[in-house]
């Protein structure tokens, strides 16, 4: 992600010194993927009620083109759908490869992810866990990084956006708004280990 290049240089050459992290950027398209995830069918893909279901859910056009994305030819999805065979492990996978992408736009264009992280404009708490330094030399360690707590209003119509279009730059842009809130040193959290949205 190239992303705000002032500050992500502040960091210097970020892991030159055994510091383990990533972009916040990256951390935030983690965890809305986390987020997307835990709406899931809660039956594995592995089992036949998960496989049912995934197969329900991409009954459509949109879904029968997300399968034939992932490599599923109409003369299998037939068979598999009129029970005259199961699909293998390696079938099963583009199966769900094709649920979770159909899942993610579903959510997008319904606007429930946004109005589920907008909180009806209270927004969310988002947890900052700092970079681990446990391999970095003591005196190179950067000093007073903890895990913060802030409530993020206002970012998740453009937060959204930004994960629909997979744009990292602004992902990147995104997270710079909201590590500018914390205090004089918000630079030490361009890299982070993860955050967490309580969504």
């Known amino acids: 992600m190239a992303g705000s290049s002032e500050l992500w240089g502040r960091w210097g050459d970020f892991g030159k010194y ?22 899931q069918i809660a039956s594995p893909v592995t089992s036949d009620r998960g ?21 599923v030819k109409p003369r299998a999805l037939k068979s598999w759908t009129e029970g005259e065979r199961l699909p293998n492990n390696k079938s099963r996978e583009r199966i769900d490869n094709a649920y979770w992408q159909r899942r993610r736009a579903n959510l997008i264009r319904s606007g429930w992810l946004k109005r ?29 990084l903890s895990q913060r707590s802030i409530t993020v209003r206002y970012i998740w119509n453009d937060l959204v ?3 629909a ?24 959290y361009a ?9």
Do not use: C, F
Request: proline share 2%.
């Open 161 to 163: 956006d930004a994960y």
């Open 51 to 71: 496989l049912r279901a995934r197969l329900r859910y991409l009954d459509s056009e949109a879904g029968r083109e997300a399968l034939a994305q992932q490599g």
């Open 18 to 39: 055994n510091a383990r992290g990533i972009k916040g950027g990256e951390a935030l398209i983690q965890e809305l993927n986390r987020i997307v995830h835990s709406s």
């Open 191 to 199: 890299y982070v280990a993860s955050v967490g949205i309580g969504a």
């Open 116 to 144: 589920h992280l907008d909180n009806n404009g209270a927004g969310r708490r988002m947890e900052i866990y700092p970079v681990d330094q446990t391999q970095v030399d003591e005196k190179r360690r950067r000093p007073g």
């Open 165 to 188: 279009n997979k744009d990292d730059d602004l992902m990147d842009e995104i997270w710079d708004d909201v590590i500018t809130d914390l205090d004089s040193d918000y630079a030490a």
